[in-house]
């Protein structure tokens, strides 16, 4: 599904847009990786992958706020200079 959602946009179709991948699995982030994440798609159409992706495994879907929270900890702070504001706004 993601791919043909993904051929809908064209060389640098993403272009100016802050994308940030999240995704679900049952297995831990190495099988993840293995597939391939898709933060070099994006980028290859054009898009500015910040920071990784959220990844929650199922394991992580009884606590789906405490991922989240960890992820945001860590990549918020890079979105927003990325975005255009400052560190010290963050």
Known sequence: ML???LDR???N??????A???MTGG??????????PPAPVLVELGATVPARGLYVTESEHTDVDAAIAGWVA?????IRVLAGYGASEV
């Open 27 to 36: 297995l831990g982030r190495s099988y993840a990786r293995r597939r391939g």
């Open 3 to 5: 791919k043909a959602f």
């Open 20 to 22: 940030v991948p999240v």
């Open 74 to 78: 860590a990549a918020v702070p890079l």
């Open 13 to 18: 179709g993403l272009a100016r847009v802050l």
């Open 9 to 11: 946009y064209g060389s």
